[in-house]
């Protein structure tokens, strides 16, 4: 289990991998890998800013709460920031549990958290980019009842 808010690139297979090594207790390994999509009219990128630190703690917090409700063997975030081109790896989410539906549900659940509470500042070509209506609505579906 763990977090990494890095500039670099990943190896989406290691990292996939180094989470299941010597495990056999793992019978499904659920990721989701976003890609930075061109914008139309070439946008040429978008570019992530953070606050070191804090990201991070928002970031292990997220995990913890998908590792809290689904039994999970494994998990791991990572999140680049920086200027970043089109096709270019931006995050990744993994879960891994005895089953496939706790791996799903905690991969979507973390990548729902991460588009609208992880601390991040989003520039699109010359604009910032506020958080999106659609991302907030997806939110809504993780609400326990008190």
Known sequence: ?????????????????????????????????????????????????????????????????????????????IHRYGALAPGAQIVMVAAASRHRHAAFEATSYMMDYLKSRAPFWKKEGASWVDAREADEAALARWTREA
């Open 1 to 77: 289990m763990g977090v990494s808010v890095q500039a670099e690139d990943f190896d989406l297979g290691a990292e996939l991998a180094a989470l299941r090594a010597g495990r056999s207790d793992i019978g499904a390994l659920v990721s989701f890998s976003g890609l930075v999509r061109d914008m139309p009219g070439g946008g040429g990128g978008l570019t992530l800013e953070h606050y070191p630190g804090m990201t991070e703690k928002a970031l292990a917090a997220i995990e913890a709460e998908a590792c809290a409700r689904w039994d999970l063997q494994a998990s791991r975030i």
